[in-house]
């Protein structure tokens, strides 16, 4: 009879072991395995095309042939190019992680000769806070209840048009506006 009982015994601890592994386990397995695919925006710019990039030698059109079209240009200089890309990873509850940014800017001479290049990185990104308040609009201002239900009793039922007034709107004859 005691033969019997050993073999159970181990099968039962052998199903708890894995019954805890699995428990103990899973919440382990939430935090490693499904991290979310990070996100590239813009175009990344390599290190080894930067350095073929020379200040007094390189024109616009290289430039466009090296790296691509720019992300922008500069608001009030169309001879500085900017190129923007940004890698980030989605975050539980939040904005998206910025995991590396990078901003190259090529300042062009009047003849679309490249005179020089800035690279910026998330380390010297400055944070610009919003501003306190709200932006004023014309007009009454409505509550929410009004927003929601302002619009019952505007349509008129059966006919398939919306209500309002019949001014430029066929007249009797269904031809042109009814003055």
């Not at 300042?107 to 000769?113: C, L, T």
Request: hydrophobic letters at 35%.
């Amino acid at each position: 009879m005691s033969e019997t009982a050993s073999p159970r015994r181990q099968t039962s601890f052998r199903r708890a072991a894995a019954i805890a592994c699995l428990v103990m386990g899973l919440p382990l397995a939430g935090c490693s395995f499904f991290q979310a695919q990070s996100t590239t925006r813009g175009d990344p710019i390599d290190n080894d095309a930067l350095k073929q990039l020379t200040p007094g030698t390189t024109t616009q059109a290289d430039a466009t042939a090296l790296l691509g079209s720019p992300t922008t240009h500069e608001t009030f200089n169309d001879n500085a190019w900017v190129y923007i890309s940004q890698i980030t990873r989605p975050r539980v509850g939040r904005l998206p992680g910025v995991l590396e940014q990078r901003v190259v800017v090529l300042n062009f001479d009047q003849g679309g000769v490249l005179r020089k290049v800035n690279v910026y990185n998330k380390d010297d990104s400055k944070n610009v806070g919003m501003a306190p308040g709200t932006t004023p609009t014309p007009g009454a201002s409505a509550s929410i209840l009004q927003q929601l239900f302002g619009n019952i009793g505007r349509f008129s039922g059966g006919s398939g048009t919306t209500g309002g007034s019949n001014a430029g709107g066929g007249g009797v004859n269904g031809g042109g506006p009814s003055f």
